[in-house]
């Protein structure tokens, strides 16, 4: 990719924790195409992570705000305005996190508060960004507000849990507010359904190892990775694709559109080779 797609634009990043992030990457390649940043995430992650070193390779300034506080979000997006001297360009949303997922609660026998925190700082924080950003008229026309779902808003995958319904649910947002913020300033809002991806908060799901290999073995050209996804984020950010919006796009080689795999029918088969079952 040709660096300076982003030459003269701002914007905002949510979510880099350390360099395993999507965020963190997507930093990293906005500034080598010329973009000024601002990187934010929560107190207890940016006392947690690496956030200050990545600020330093990219110039950027931090600002510490907690997705679930519009009191932190107000601040965050005037105090980015102030920054940026007038209105930025766009906008990375790479958060997600769920209590039932860490405390290994089935979906079966969810804890209700769990999920309303998950639903809270997965999904809502997404229409707190937008509804703040829209209140302050802060984005530039054709600006780009991107953020990263999974294809478990739409299929069941096992040990996901509650994520699911809150990438369903961010992906529902980007549609709804895609219209309005499209039809009255000429901003884009779309998700990036991305390969299952190492970074810290996905390893903590049960079985991630296995659903990465099968990911892998299901995917024509395999699992995209977090610098690739970081690629495409900066696509969606530039101004070659300035119509498209409202729109849920898969970035997972291939994966969202398999049925059965080769690979897949060949580890099937072998499976029952091995444990002579084939009849049981």
């Known amino acids: 990719m040709n660096e300076g797609l982003l030459k003269g634009k701002k914007g905002v990043i949510f979510g880099a924790l350390n360099e395993k992030s999507i965020a963190w990457q997507v930093a990293l390649k906005a500034r080598k195409h010329g973009a000024e940043l601002i990187i934010t995430n929560s107190p207890v992650a940016v006392r947690m992570g690496t956030i200050h070193e990545l600020a330093s390779v990219t110039d950027a300034r931090v600002i510490t705000a907690d997705a679930t506080s519009m009191t932190d979000i107000d601040n965050l997006i005037s105090e980015s305005m102030r920054h940026f001297g007038g ?43 937008l509804q703040t950003a829209y209140k302050y008229d802060a ?84 699992n995209a990775t977090a610098e690739e996804c970081a690629d495409y984020c900066i696509a969606l950010f530039s101004d070659l694709t300035r119509k498209v919006t409202m729109q849920n796009l898969y970035h997972d080689g291939g994966f969202s559109s398999m049925g059965m795999s080769l690979k897949a029918i060949e580890q099937y088969n072998k499976s029952f080779e091995e444990c002579d079952c084939a009849d049981k």
């Open 139 to 222: 984005l530039n026309e054709w600006g780009s507000v991107v953020a990263l779902s999974y294809v478990a808003a739409q299929r069941t995958l096992t040990g996901y849990n509650d994520m699911g319904d809150a990438k369903a649910l961010l992906e529902s947002i980007a549609r709804s507010f895609g219209y309005i913020y499209g039809r009255d300033r000429k901003v884009r809002i779309n998700t990036i359904s991305q390969s299952p991806t190492p970074t810290t908060a996905g390893s903590g799901i049960h079985g991630f190892e296995s659903l990465v290999d099968f990911s892998e073995r299901m995917s024509p050209l395999g």
């Open 87 to 129: 209105k930025f360009d766009f906008i990375l949303h790479s958060i997600g996190m769920s209590p039932n997922v860490r405390k290994a609660i089935p979906y079966e026998q969810t804890n209700y508060e769990n999920m309303l925190k998950t639903l809270d700082i997965s999904a809502l924080s997404f229409h707190r960004i």
